[in-house]
């Protein structure tokens, strides 16, 4: 979701326009008028606060816009606060509101404060509305349309170079000693390249005020040429000052250096210049957290975990919501809808996707879950040797897809020899045999597994098997416990599907066979750690293998 891309034709954006300057007019009045009057403020933090005429000014704005717009959906600074986490951003239409942007300016009557009204389509900001009711400005763009201050148009500066820039940056909310270590280094460093670094404390307003430029209107609060900021608080920030940025002739980027995306809580605006002759390059040099949150955001969980063990920079950057929210999606995306999934993710796990992640029963797929068998077998003759007794070894073996489809394996073979033919379910040991491997379908209901097959090809016999997922650490999904294994003779041409009675989990019946053995639990292994697992040991050298 870039800041680029075309919105949809169907949404009316004039009338969008001014149902957003009329509501911004009226918030603004609420603002204006508690100027001088004693302030109700209220903590989020030691540091974030959020005041009644915060509150006065959502309800104001929203009231206007689900009277105009009843279909659009609406994501606000007040609103995600109240109920622990942000709702996602979607194709519809899409409010993005922040009532009075610069609370803590407000508070002490520093006149940097504003409303702010985005509007997203398609995943993008396209219409702005900025308004400093205490300076009397109004700034304003719809995407093609240009930008304007009080309807005058407005262009980003001309500075060509990164030594005579005017950069602005925000310090945020957090105050733990590894943010601000990293914060003041970006500025000391910057201070080295650049003429001079502001802080104003409203993310809306910085970005409007690279988008007016030094020819901006005489009297205007202040002129930029460039404005980062990382971890701000959401979407609101910075959606309507990023289209009316771009309006006006300037860049938003992301500040690794990447396209940007509005639900991110980071962005880098400059007057197009910088930017075009590579000078921004120097606050992404800058950025060491935002571009390791790019290289972590490729990696697997067990990545994340394995990153985070590295030191306390890694451990606190793979921690970032967005990585966790991500793989989230992938996980639990087949079975859960999008609004299904913010309904989890509040209730029961507090609005935080990294518990999610862990404490949510899951399958894994990136790897195998492996069941090693041994049973003692009489009679066995090797070679010239006759052997009162024999240990007999094999393994039984799932590899589970995101598609709810699984592959499925018996054989005497160690992982390292079969995983290719569990990863290419579709090789057969010869010509005329039957299958190496056996697909099948699974379905999970919290932490039971239902698994069947079709059993030799057959038209009525299944495999089907009750596995219940466990964890031996935190968030693993590591074990595969078996409750029930079973051969399964259905009607021959019947029409029911695969699992239609398997996931009740019995498939009852004089057709039910169980087995007696081979019920150990499962144990996973990675495709990383598939060479290195003790399963791959022969029973000359373990007998018997403890799953724990």
Not at 330 to 340: K, M, V
Request: proline share 5%; glycine share 10%; hydrophobic share 40%.
């Amino acid at each position: 979701m870039t800041a680029t891309q075309k919105p949809s034709t169907h949404v009316d954006l004039d009338e969008c326009m001014r149902v957003a300057l009329e509501a911004a007019t009226a918030a603004g009045s609420i603002i204006r008028e508690a100027w001088d009057k004693p302030r109700q403020v209220h903590l989020k933090t030691s540091v974030d606060l959020v005041t009644e005429t915060d509150r006065q000014c959502e309800e104001e704005i929203y009231s206007r816009l689900r009277a105009a717009f009843p279909d659009h959906a609406f994501i606000g600074e007040e609103g995600s606060a109240s109920q622990g986490f942000t709702a996602e951003l979607t194709d519809a239409p899409t409010w993005l509101v922040d009532p009075v942007d610069g609370t803590t300016n407000f508070v002490h009557r520093y006149p940097f404060t504003c409303v702010s009204i985005g509007l997203a389509v398609g995943g993008a900001p396209v219409l702005g509305v900025v308004a400093n009711p205490i300076l009397g400005e109004v700034y304003r763009a719809v995407r093609g349309g240009g930008a304007f201050l009080n309807n005058e148009p407005i262009h980003a500066s001309a500075t060509p170079d990164l030594q005579s820039a005017l950069f602005a940056t925000e310090l945020g909310i957090r105050r733990d000693d590894a943010f601000l270590d990293a914060a003041f280094a970006r500025i000391r460093e910057l201070l080295r390249g650049a003429r001079s670094v502001r802080c104003g404390g409203s993310c809306a307003l910085n970005l409007c005020s690279v988008a007016q430029g030094r020819r901006g209107r005489r009297g205007s609060a202040v002129a930029l040429d460039a404005f980062f900021e990382l971890g701000l608080g959401g979407p609101w920030d910075m959606a309507a000052g990023a289209v009316i940025l771009e309006e006006a002739g300037g860049k938003v980027l992301d500040p690794a250096g990447g396209p940007f995306n509005v639900m991110s809580r980071r962005v880098l605006g400059t007057n197009g210049h910088l930017a075009a002759q590579g000078d921004a390059a120097l606050i992404q040099r800058l950025l060491p957290d935002e571009l390791l949150l790019a290289i972590l955001s490729k990696l697997p969980a067990s990545g994340l975990g394995v990153a985070s063990c590295v030191c306390r920079q890694w451990h606190r950057v793979a921690r970032d919501p967005s990585l966790w929210q991500a793989l989230c999606q992938e996980a639990f995306g087949r079975t859960l809808d999008r609004s299904a999934l913010l309904t989890q993710v509040r209730d029961p796990h507090g609005g935080s996707w990294r518990a999610m992640y862990l404490d949510r029963p899951r399958l894994r797929y990136d790897g195998v879950y492996c069941s090693r068998n041994t049973y003692i077998k009489q009679g066995i003759r090797e070679w010239a040797v006759q052997n009162a007794v024999h240990m007999v070894c094999y393994f039984r073996y799932y590899r589970f897809c995101a598609d709810g489809t699984f592959v499925y394996r018996t054989s005497p073979e160690p992982l390292t020899r079969v995983l290719r033919s569990l990863t290419h379910p579709d090789q057969r040991a010869k010509a005329g045999a039957a299958p190496v491997v056996y697909v099948g379908r699974y379905a999970q209901r919290g932490s039971t597994v239902h698994t069947s097959l079709r059993y030799n090809d057959s038209r009525a016999t299944e495999l089907r098997a009750r596995l219940t997922l466990r964890s031996t650490v935190r968030g693993a999904n590591n074990r595969l416990a078996v409750d029930s294994f079973f051969s399964w003779d259905g009607v021959e041409g019947s029409s029911h599907s695969l699992l239609e009675e398997g996931e009740a989990g019995e498939g009852a019946g004089e057709g039910r066979r169980p087995f007696q053995r081979g019920l150990n639990p499962f144990v996973f292994v990675s495709y990383q750690q598939a060479h290195k697992s003790p399963l791959n040991l022969p029973v000359t050298q373990m007998d018997y293998f403890i799953p724990g």
